[in-house]
């Protein structure tokens, strides 16, 4: 089963995409998380793609697609994907459906003006990547790998803006893409994490019959 989270900075994407790999053996592919490795190891595309995600901007079409296509390819992937950040763009949309079987887009509504506050206090992990809340990590440090928690660059107030400016421009058109290929799964993102999850194990195992 291959499937795709969409949603707004904030959202919970990253969350959720994580605790539907832990539970039904997916592997977790997350775009952001793959260019901040490539910025993390200073490679040419790090260096482009730090200028751009610092200002909220995408990262092209081209590049991002090419990480995907690499990660999809290898034989961890053979149990199923949950694609995290991909596809943002109508374009990346497209090649997506035309090249793999997608069960599903789970789209995590919520209401966009509960959004800047879970993203200042948010932290991540510079190891694993994986998101905290800053009042669930007194001692700063994550409770999976250990790694340091640092505030992305990008989970700034006026960052966030632009970045949920281009999520309304670009991404947000995706989720009637979707619909219009019968793949949209909607649930309720305004709920406790644990509510969210058990919204989308709920979808999983709707589709697994
Ligand atoms: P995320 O961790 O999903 O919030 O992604 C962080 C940043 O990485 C985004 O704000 C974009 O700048 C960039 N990025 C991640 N995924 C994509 C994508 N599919 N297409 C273009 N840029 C992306």
Avoid at 85 to 99: C, H, S, V
Avoid at 135 to 159: F, N, S, Y
Wanted: charged share 25%.
């Amino acid at each position: 089963m291959n499937l795709v989270f969409l949603g707004p900075p904030g959202a919970g994407k990253g969350t959720q995409a994580e605790r539907m790999c832990k539970k039904y053996g997916f592997m977790h592919i997350s775009t952001g998380a793959m260019l901040r490795e490539q910025i993390e190891a200073q490679t040419e595309i790090g260096k482009l793609a730090a200028e751009l995600i610092d200002r909220g901007e995408f990262v092209p079409d081209d590049i991002v697609i090419a990480m995907v296509e690499e990660k999809v390819n290898c034989p961890a992937a053979r149990h199923g994907v949950i694609l995290d950040g991909f596809p943002r763009t109508i374009a990346q949309a497209k090649l997506l459906l035309e090249r793999m079987s997608i069960d599903a887009a789970i789209n995590i509504d919520v209401h966009t003006d509960c959004l800047v506050s879970r993203i200042i206090s948010r932290r991540t992990c510079t190891a694993c990547d994986i998101v905290y809340n800053v009042d669930d990590v007194p001692d700063g440090v994550c409770t999976k790998c250990g790694g340091a928690l640092t505030i992305r660059h990008d989970d700034t107030p006026e960052v966030f803006k632009e970045r949920l400016h281009i999520y309304t421009e670009r991404t947000l058109p995706i989720i009637n893409y979707c619909n219009e290929n019968g793949i949209l799964k909607t649930v309720n993102g305004n709920q406790s994490v644990e509510m969210v999850e058990k919204e989308i194990a709920e979808v999983i195992e709707r589709l697994k019959k």
